[in-house]
Every structure is written in structure tokens, then in C-alpha cells.
């Protein structure tokens, strides 16, 4: 698709700054993922600094001195953060009206089995051998690649992708929007979410799971990563191969995981960090900084699994110690 610079500068209301030749753009993309065609914003000094970095020719950039390197600037006088929504909401892909249960635009291939009360949306692909049960609802654009199997009341929202021989168990929600809000006049006010979900081949998804749909771009579980029941991935979020998400994990968003990580039941982990590879986290741990590659821990703070256990033995001596304290000051305080 295209869209007009022209009618975006007249929603924003911004100033034409750099290079003025050109007229279209394909869409919205994240700062660093961005293509030439594409424009993208830099509402921070992390991202004003690398304005060279980007690939997008167009960027929606605060009111301040720019760099000539060949791109086009749209200067606004506000914070570009504040006015994500009108942004968003201009790119938005318009979806088409529900008509019947099975979309006569969708393709459907061979041998695949629908259950009762399944919707397949327009334009939907469901590649050869898929089997889908009751209360199924495969939204417009959606693709689902050969040999995966959806259990019943299963949502796939709109241009998600599910790769081959997937499993998605009993009540998961894929694409739903992302947790995105800004303050606009001192309220809470939606971002639109226009990003998808792409899920790679032999990928698992548990029980009542959800996994939010990118709000400008995608999120991404990439092949044979298994995730448990009652997880949380949240938008932009990209999870890399064979890991394995247990259940009760929350990961904010924009968070990078490496190949063969483990984060095992009911880690949080906050968001824009990055995890690396063959990392194991245990149980109830706090993720908040980037944690690198080939490392067993555990613990809020988090540490070397070795030596939080060591704390924890630690902690169980602690009422003795304060009774030895107080003994060693009521003796002082005698004398």
C-alpha cells in the first residue's frame, strides 16, 4: 500500500523539514527494522542521536536541529509520543465486514478438518492437514501453514501468521492488541495496535497463553519454542528457537530472547531488554536489565543461581542472628 505524506502532515499538522521530493510512503515501521520506503519516529534523545541508523527516508521527529543526511523530517512542536494514536490510527488496515462463517474469499486446503462453529475470515490461507476444533475464530488475513492443529475456542486475530506442524491448545488468544496507551490532555488514550504475530514452524502454544500483537511491527516466536499454559507475551516481544516459556512467565514488551532459553514458572521479566542465548532463569525470578548469553540464574535481584540459593540459606539464619544482637546489646547496655 501507499500512503500520502500529504495528507499525514495535514492530520499532524507538522512542518516539512530535509528532503521535499518525496510524496509516498508503505507504511509504519519500529526505528531500526524501518525500509526506506517506510517512515518512522524518534521521540527520544536514544533515538535522535542514531537518526543515521535508520534506513526509513521519512521520520517524525520534536522540534529540534537536525542533521542533512538525505531524509525527510516531519518537525512536530509536541512530543511525537502524544500523538501515536492519529499516527497509528492513520495506518491502520481496514477490515473487511463479517459475512458468513466461512469467508468465501478464505482458501482452505486439502484435508483439512473443521469443527463445528469455526469462522474463517476474508482472505484467511489454511494450509493442507490442518485440523481446527469447535469455537474457532480465524480472522481476516490470517495464514496457518500445513499440518498445525488449533483446539477449540482458539482466537487468531487478523493477519497473524502460524507456520507449520503448530500446536495452539485450548483457549490461547493470538494478535490480541498489545497493553499501549499514551497520555493525551492528562488521559489515558488508546494506541491502535498494527502490527501482527508471526509464530515460526513447530512452535507450541498453551492453554488460555496470550501473545499481543506488535504495535508498530511484529511479534515474533521464532521455530520449535514451546510455551506452557497461562503465559504472557506481549507486544513486539521476539522469542527466539527451541526455548521454553513455563507456565505463569510475563514478559513486557519489546524484550528480545535468545535461542535455548528457559524461563521457567512465573518469572517476570520488564520490558526493552534484551535475554541471550542458553540462559536458564528459575522459578519466580525478576528480569530488569539484559542478561547475557550462557548463564544459570535466579533470584529478584537476579544473580548466579549458586549464589542466590547460598542467600536464601543465608536468610534462614537471620532470626538467631538477631537474637544473638540483641543478647550482645542488652549485655553492653548492663555494663
Same mark, same amino acid.
Do not use: W
Given at each position: 500500500?501507499r500512503?500520502?505524506?500529504?495528507?499525514?502532515?495535514?492530520?499532524?499538522? *507538522?512542518?516539512?523539514?530535509?528532503?521535499?521530493s518525496?510524496e509516498?510512503?508503505?507504511?509504519? $515501521?519500529?526505528?531500526?527494522q $524501518?525500509?526506506?520506503?517506510?517512515?518512522?519516529?524518534?521521540?527520544?534523545?536514544?533515538?535522535?542521536?542514531?537518526?543515521?541508523?535508520?534506513?526509513?527516508?521519512v521520520?517524525?521527529?520534536?522540534?529540534?536541529p537536525?542533521p542533512?543526511?538525505g531524509?525527510?523530517?516531519?518537525?512536530?512542536? #509536541?512530543?511525537?509520543?502524544t500523538?501515536m494514536?492519529?499516527?497509528?490510527?492513520?495506518?491502520?488496515?481496514?477490515?473487511?465486514?463479517?459475512?458468513k462463517?466461512?469467508e468465501?474469499?478464505?482458501?482452505?486446503?486439502k484435508?483439512?478438518?473443521?469443527?463445528?462453529?469455526?469462522?474463517?475470515?476474508?482472505d484467511a490461507?489454511?494450509?493442507?492437514?490442518?485440523?481446527?476444533?469447535?469455537?474457532?475464530?480465524? @480472522? #481476516? @488475513?490470517?495464514t496457518?501453514?500445513?499440518?498445525?492443529?488449533?483446539?477449540?475456542?482458539?482466537?487468531?486475530?487478523?493477519? *497473524?501468521?502460524?507456520?507449520k506442524? *503448530?500446536?495452539?491448545q485450548?483457549?490461547?488468544v493470538?494478535?490480541?492488541?498489545?497493553?499501549?496507551?499514551?497520555?493525551?490532555?492528562?488521559?489515558?488514550?488508546?494506541?491502535?495496535?498494527i502490527?501482527?504475530?508471526?509464530?515460526e514452524?513447530?512452535?507450541?502454544?498453551?492453554?488460555?497463553?496470550?501473545?499481543?500483537? @506488535?504495535a508498530i511491527?511484529?511479534?515474533?516466536?521464532?521455530?520449535?519454542t514451546?510455551?506452557?499454559?497461562?503465559?504472557q507475551?506481549?507486544?513486539?516481544?521476539?522469542?527466539?528457537?527451541? *526455548?521454553?516459556?513455563?507456565? &505463569?512467565? @510475563?514478559? $513486557?514488551?519489546?524484550?528480545?530472547?535468545?535461542?535455548?532459553?528457559?524461563?521457567?514458572g &512465573?518469572v517476570?521479566?520488564a520490558?526493552?531488554?534484551?535475554?541471550?542465548?542458553?540462559?536458564?532463569i528459575?522459578?519466580?525470578s525478576?528480569?530488569v536489565?539484559?542478561?547475557?548469553?550462557n548463564?544459570?540464574?535466579?533470584?529478584?535481584p537476579?544473580?548466579?543461581?549458586?549464589?542466590?540459593?547460598?542467600?536464601k540459606?543465608?536468610?534462614?539464619?537471620?532470626?538467631?542472628?538477631?537474637?544473638?544482637v540483641?543478647?550482645?546489646?542488652?549485655?553492653? &547496655?548492663?555494663?
Amino acid at each position: 500500500m501507499r500512503y500520502s505524506i500529504k495528507e499525514l502532515v495535514s492530520l499532524l499538522e *507538522c512542518e516539512v523539514r530535509g528532503d521535499l521530493s518525496l510524496e509516498y510512503v508503505s507504511g509504519l $515501521a519500529p526505528f531500526f527494522q $524501518a525500509q526506506e520506503e517506510n517512515i518512522t519516529f524518534a521521540s527520544d534523545e536514544k533515538f535522535l542521536k542514531k537518526l543515521d541508523e535508520t534506513k526509513a527516508k521519512v521520520v517524525l521527529v520534536p522540534d529540534i536541529p537536525l542533521p542533512n543526511i538525505g531524509k525527510m523530517y516531519l518537525v512536530v512542536k #509536541e512530543n511525537p509520543r502524544t500523538l501515536m494514536p492519529k499516527l497509528l490510527n492513520f495506518f491502520k488496515r481496514e477490515t473487511k465486514p463479517f459475512e458468513k462463517m466461512i469467508e468465501d474469499s478464505s482458501v482452505i486446503g486439502k484435508n483439512v478438518k473443521l469443527g463445528p462453529n469455526v469462522y474463517v475470515g476474508h482472505d484467511a490461507v489454511i494450509g493442507d492437514n490442518v485440523t481446527i476444533y469447535p469455537n474457532v475464530t480465524i @480472522g #481476516e @488475513g490470517v495464514t496457518i501453514g500445513e499440518g498445525s492443529t488449533i483446539y477449540s475456542n482458539v482466537t487468531v486475530r487478523e493477519f *497473524c501468521k502460524i507456520g507449520k506442524n *503448530c500446536v495452539i491448545q485450548p483457549g490461547a488468544v493470538i494478535g490480541s492488541d498489545g497493553f499501549g496507551f499514551v497520555k493525551v490532555g492528562g488521559n489515558n488514550t488508546k494506541i491502535d495496535q498494527i502490527g501482527s504475530v508471526v509464530i515460526e514452524d513447530n512452535v507450541e502454544i498453551g492453554a488460555n497463553t496470550t501473545v499481543d500483537r @506488535g504495535a508498530i511491527g511484529d511479534t515474533i516466536i521464532k521455530k520449535y519454542t514451546k510455551i506452557d499454559n497461562l503465559v504472557q507475551i506481549a507486544h513486539n516481544d521476539i522469542i527466539g528457537e527451541n *526455548c521454553l516459556i513455563v507456565s &505463569q512467565v @510475563g514478559i $513486557a514488551g519489546s524484550v528480545e530472547v535468545g535461542n535455548n532459553t528457559t524461563l521457567a514458572g &512465573q518469572v517476570g521479566v520488564a520490558g526493552h531488554i534484551k535475554i541471550g542465548n542458553n540462559v536458564v532463569i528459575a522459578a519466580k525470578s525478576g528480569v530488569v536489565g539484559n542478561v547475557d548469553d550462557n548463564q544459570v540464574l535466579s533470584g529478584y535481584p537476579l544473580m548466579d543461581h549458586r549464589e542466590d540459593l547460598k542467600v536464601k540459606i543465608a536468610l534462614k539464619k537471620v532470626p538467631d542472628l538477631l537474637k544473638k544482637v540483641r543478647n550482645i546489646e542488652k549485655k553492653l &547496655q548492663e555494663k
